[in-house]
């Protein structure tokens, strides 16, 4: 399963910015999609997920300001971000755990990563 991200950028202070991964390939079931974030001399940390069922977690550090989303026909799941902070500045990607389709009547777990894309929160 492949993760393709986008959304990444500059933006200021108090900005917004609205993150999107689409997942492809043999898919039979998506049971959890997020978005964690490493930024420079950091460990990744998680963001935000969000369950089959829409259930959503947040880091304390984002919650208020940011939404993760999914569209499940589609695959792809979103994060918006407003009131953004320079201490948001880093690497975002996306995750996603499901099953996906192995052989007749197979499924396979599956975890995939994506490249990542850059946040710079700056003025």
């Known amino acids: 399963v492949q993760l393709v991200e986008s959304g990444g950028g500059l933006v200021q202070p108090g900005g917004s910015l609205r993150l999107s991964c689409v997942a492809s390939?043999?898919?039979?079931?998506?049971?959890?999609m997020g978005w964690y974030r490493q930024a420079p001399g950091k460990q990744r940390e998680l963001v935000a997920t969000?369950?089959?069922?829409?259930?959503?977690n947040y880091a304390d550090s984002v919650s208020g300001r940011f939404t993760i989303s999914n569209d499940n026909a589609k695959n792809t799941v979103y994060l918006q971000m407003n009131s953004l902070k320079p201490e948001d500045t880093a690497v975002y990607y996306c995750?996603?755990?499901?099953?996906?389709?192995?052989?007749?009547?197979?499924?396979?777990?599956?975890?995939?990563w994506g490249q990542g894309t850059l946040v710079t929160v700056s003025s």
């Open positions: 995750k996603v755990d499901g099953w996906e389709r192995s052989g007749t009547n197979r499924q396979t777990s599956f975890g995939s």
């Open positions: 390939g043999s898919i039979y079931r998506i049971n959890r």
């Open positions: 969000i369950a089959s069922g829409g259930a959503t």
